[in-house]
């Protein structure tokens, strides 16, 4: 009961920072794997996912009322970062993605260095595309992004974010709930090829969900009664912090 609970209130905090910006993974695989230190490495991230899927959609239902979205260039979009996370889970199986863990905190960097430079950069929504076009530059960044979910992952809402903003001119709240959904979409990606192998343990990411969804309904409100400023501090930090968990990772462990 001890390490369900454990559990359980890291998934609380995962959902939020999930709705908010992307990130919690950050959280909620690291007390997977501390609490049940000898479960194989792929039953952890598939119950993760198995659990965060439910407040990441949720998160996208909630931003769907209130937020609006481009539904006829982003759900196509979605369908291809679905497809793009399949080809990189499969890739994955052919490919060790173990060079990506030294240059990954150093892209990181540069996303941060880049969002603080550019003191304006997400505060304003002001999309660059209309029509096709902006399908065509979602679907490219859905591809994108969601074969990088399937082959390795960390830093997966993080990149989407940043994308959304730089390429499309979302502003941070914008590009938020843009994540999600396409989160949502490469998620459930991962969770079929993870069940069909057998690595989710069910009863427990059952749990994990429900307290996911709690935390990601605190989450999606707080976004949106506080706006694009909020998202842009909350992903400098959640960037900050993914910086030093890869580095330690790459470089120290």
Same mark, same amino acid.
């Given at each position: ?10 998934? $609380?905090? @995962? #959902?939020? /920072?999930?709705?908010? =910006? &992307? ?6 695989? %690291? ?104 399908? $065509?530059? @979602? #679907?490219? /960044?859905?591809?994108? =992004? &969601? ?6 992952? %960390? ?99």
């Amino acid at each position: 009961m001890f390490e369900l609970l454990t559990v359980a209130l890291a998934s $609380l905090l @995962a #959902g939020f /920072i999930d709705a908010v =910006v &992307g990130g919690g993974g950050l959280v909620l695989v %690291p007390a997977l794997f501390g609490v049940f230190p000898q479960a194989a490495p792929a039953t952890l991230f598939g119950t993760n996912k198995g659990a965060s899927i439910w407040g990441t959609a949720w998160a996208t239902a909630q931003y769907a009322r209130r937020v609006s979205l481009n539904w006829p260039a982003l759900l196509p979009a979605a369908g291809i970062a679905l497809l793009g996370s399949f080809a990189g889970a499969w890739t994955v199986t052919l490919v060790d993605p173990g060079f990506l863990r030294r240059a990954l905190p150093l892209i990181l960097l540069l996303v941060l260095a880049y969002t603080l430079a550019r003191k304006d950069l997400g505060r304003q929504h002001a999309p660059r595309f209309n029509g096709r076009a902006e399908t $065509l530059v @979602a #679907g490219g /960044i859905g591809l994108g =992004v &969601g074969f990088y979910d399937g082959f390795f992952g %960390p830093g997966t809402g993080s990149f989407f974010v940043f994308l959304f903003v730089r390429l499309l001119g979302y502003d941070f709240l914008h590009a938020s709930a843009t994540a999600k959904l396409m989160n949502t979409a490469t998620n459930a990606a991962a969770i079929a090829l993870f069940a069909f192998k057998g690595h989710i343990w069910w009863h427990i990411a059952a749990v994990m969900a429900v307290t996911n969804v709690a935390g990601s309904l605190v989450g999606t409100r707080m976004a949106l009664a506080r706006g694009a400023g909020f998202v842009r501090g909350m992903f400098i930090v959640v960037v900050s912090g993914l910086i030093l968990k890869t580095g330690w990772d790459a470089f120290f462990r």
